[in-house]
């Protein structure tokens, strides 16, 4: 264990803040430490705050054990971290890099997710190395909402010193770089106020498609938005597939946190966000887990749930690729039914297990994808079949089994087989942007043409969404 010698403005503070003030490694706090998902354990002995009531349900038993988010510092303490495990975050392409031989700068492309962060080093035209980690902001919650409460509470400055440390150590000597994400990370990174997305009538301070003087790389584009939660990682990913160029009726879909969604022909483009939450990323699944090693990422029914993990390892929790294969498998065994009833409460992959409060997350985040899609058909006036492929985009949209996916109802059960899965387009079409200025005014001019129909209070999505929550038979 390592000993923390309290300093006197300590007294009071969680271990989640003293770690933040301190720089200490910080634990998963999915919740953004509000005391509710439990994950946040540290192994600590020492003078700290009795558990309460709330704390002793999260703990389940788990003796030695305090949550960061809850303990508070009375005195001097010692505390032991959870084993840091490598995190399987997706930097490969599905599809070509964009070409400029005249280009001899070093230069910096850089996809900032939710969860994750994809860095592309870029020297005579050709990417020379690819880094990725877990985005540092994590540990104020798994999801953009909780990060944008944070930053509304005073915390906006750390959010954006946050990102900017963790890409400094990789920018040395850069020229230029390009900087694609969520519109909520654009506003952090760059310092914007990020105020107007948190709260009607959802207005960003910026939609970006313009350059920024950044301490670590000079100049720095950042990608053009849409709205407040259709973002530079959709406008660069849904590029990067040629999506302003399709014919016939194409849909696009990052699926995650907030599951962005382009459907577009050759005379039209529509985009949405489906508010999904983060079960896909592990957080509110009793046994979640971000996808890395020992994490349950295959199920598969063959009498009885069997199971594999990332690397072969002991399992230490399910995540989001795990989780859909376990419904379809629950759902073809006829052990959960079309409602999400689930004939026993848990079921067990070795000591990890799926819960009836788990299946009603996914029924949610799964919900809210399909109406989604069929808001944007409707919107369309288009049926469903109509659609000739399906593009999944991303990391975790990688490792899902696409016909778990349409068993569940995640994706619309019409599209089966009619779709690709083309890894990390954002990161893909950062690159390009940063090789090509003509593929930044190729991606400003289809952020011009994304029509974005906002699903809230919309009556068709409100109804589908209802619908969307059941299983088929």
């Known amino acids: 264990m390592t000993d923390y010698k309290c300093k006197p403005s300590d007294v009071g503070k969680t271990l989640l803040e003293i770690f933040c003030t301190e720089g200490i490694r910080r634990p998963e706090a999915p919740c953004g430490g509000k005391g509710r998902c439990g994950k946040c354990l540290v192994r600590c002995t020492g003078a700290l705050s009795a558990p309460d009531e709330n704390e002793i349900k999260l703990l389940g038993g788990r003796e030695g054990f305090r949550l960061a988010c809850l303990a508070r510092c009375e005195g001097d303490f010692s505390y032991e971290l959870p084993e840091e495990r490598d995190t399987e975050i997706q930097t490969e392409f599905g599809a070509d890099v964009t070409r400029d031989t005249e280009n001899k700068k070093r230069l910096l492309a850089v996809d900032i997710g939710t969860t994750t962060v994809a860095l592309y080093i870029i020297e005579d035209g050709e990417i020379t190395d690819k ?43 850069t020229e230029y770089c390009v900087i694609c994400g969520n519109t909520a990370i654009e506003h952090f990174v760059t310092g914007e106020d990020a105020s107007g997305i948190a709260k009607l009538p959802f207005k960003p301070a910026s939609l970006f498609g313009k350059e920024y003087e950044m301490p670590f790389a000079g100049k720095a584009y950042i990608a053009p938005c849409v709205a407040a939660y259709v973002g530079g990682d959709i406008t660069c990913g849904s590029v990067a597939c040629d999506m302003d160029r399709v014919g016939e009726l194409t849909l696009y879909i990052d699926i995650g946190t907030n599951g962005e969604i382009v459907l577009a022909d050759a005379e039209r483009a529509l985009c949405c966000a489906a508010a999904a939450g983060p079960a896909f990323e592990g957080a509110n699944i009793e046994c979640g887990c971000m996808a890395r090693t020992g994490a349950i990422e295959k199920v598969w029914y063959d009498e009885g749930l069997k199971y594999k993990t990332i690397d072969n390892a002991p399992a230490i929790g399910i995540c989001g690729s795990g989780l859909i294969d376990c419904a379809a498998a629950l759902l073809t065994s006829g052990e959960l039914d079309e409602t999400g009833y689930l004939n026993e409460d848990r079921y067990y992959l070795g000591e990890v297990y799926i819960s009836q409060k788990d299946i009603r997350s996914l029924q949610t985040a799964k919900a809210a994808i399909a109406a989604g899609v069929k808001t944007l058909c409707h ?38 087989g009619r779709i690709e899965f083309l890894g990390n387009c954002a990161g893909l079409g950062a690159v390009n942007c940063a090789l090509s200025e003509n593929e930044r005014k190729r991606i400003e001019t289809f952020a011009q043409k994304l029509e974005y129909i906002e699903l809230s209070g919309h009556k068709k999505f409100n109804q589908l969404y209802i619908e969307e929550m059941f299983f088929e038979e």
Do not use: T
């Not at 944008?148 to 040395?172: N, S, T």
């Open 131 to 173: 880094i990725s980690f877990v985005n540092p902001q994590g540990s104020h919650g798994a999801d953009v909402i909780s990060r944008l409460v944070f930053a509304g509470e005073g915390g906006a400055e750390e959010l954006k010193k946050e990102l900017w440390d963790a890409i400094a150590p990789y920018a040395e000597d």
């Open 379 to 416: 919107e369309f006036k288009k049926p469903v079949d109509a659609i000739k492929k399906v593009i999944i985009a991303g990391g975790f949209g990688m490792h899902i089994d696409p016909d778990s996916a349409c068993d569940i109802g995640l994706i619309p059960g019409e599209l089966r």
